[in-house]
């Protein structure tokens, strides 16, 4: 074993933020349907399975969702408190759009499609019950974090409900994207 000391470094006293979600891991009695749903939505594919745990990815982190097995478990009441959803961005509407279309077809349908202001953005529910949220940004970043600051969004910080069949329509018949990311008036 090397003793030597290269160079004393000293540990920051700062507080540090994560550079990067890596992953979330779902415990289910019914691993299969979970693992075959998440891949259908995040267009994704399994880097390792066994009987216990699978593993999958749709970019270049090792996993970015896996799939502990645990017979036995059960649905917690939907009265009970926990994790709400998670999000995932898209780059634009036009590819929001043609992944609900993809998913339809798949007889995955959202459960509450809903503009925010900040956001335009598509909720699922996977098999187990958990709820995932497609969404595209209407802004840059800071214009997003600026639009908490107006009054419709303190009237109403939840959004307005839209249609995404007619969405998919207005956006393939041409109305310009800004309008359709626009939030509309209640």
């Known amino acids: 074993m090397?003793?030597?000391?290269?160079?004393?470094r000293l540990l920051d006293t700062k507080p540090v933020s994560p550079?990067?979600?890596?992953?979330?891991?779902l415990r289910t009695a019914n691993r299969e349907p979970l693992k075959q749903w998440y891949m259908t939505v995040l267009?994704?594919?399994?880097?390792?399975?066994?009987?216990?745990?699978?593993?999958?990815?749709?970019?270049d982190e090792h996993h970015r969702v896996?799939?502990?097995?645990?017979?036995?478990?059960?649905?917690?009441?939907?009265?009970?408190?926990?994790?709400?959803?998670?999000?995932?961005t898209l780059a634009d509407l036009g590819q929001l759009l043609s992944t609900y279309r993809r998913l339809k077809a798949e007889g995955?349908?959202?459960?509450?499609?809903?503009?925010?202001?900040?956001?335009?953005?598509?909720?699922?529910?996977?098999?187990d019950g958990n709820q995932v949220e497609l969404q595209v940004d209407a802004f840059d970043k800071a214009g997003a974090a600026s639009y908490f600051d107006t009054e419709?969004?303190?009237?109403?910080?939840?959004?307005?409900?839209?249609?995404?069949?007619?969405?998919?329509?207005?956006?393939e018949a041409g109305v310009p994207e800004a309008n359709l990311l626009r939030r509309p008036a209640e």
């Open 108 to 127: 995955i349908v959202p459960v509450r499609t809903i503009n925010h202001g900040p956001t335009v953005s598509m909720y699922y529910k996977d098999p």
């Open 66 to 88: 896996a799939f502990v097995q645990i017979p036995g478990l059960k649905k917690a009441p939907d009265d009970s408190w926990g994790l709400a959803h998670v999000a995932y």
């Open 2 to 8: 090397d003793s030597r000391i290269d160079k004393v």
């Open 43 to 59: 267009n994704a594919r399994c880097v390792f399975e066994n009987e216990y745990i699978a593993f999958i990815t749709y970019d």
């Open 152 to 171: 419709p969004f303190r009237k109403n910080p939840i959004g307005v409900l839209f249609d995404p069949d007619k969405m998919a329509a207005d956006y």
């Open 19 to 25: 550079g990067l979600f890596a992953h979330f891991v």
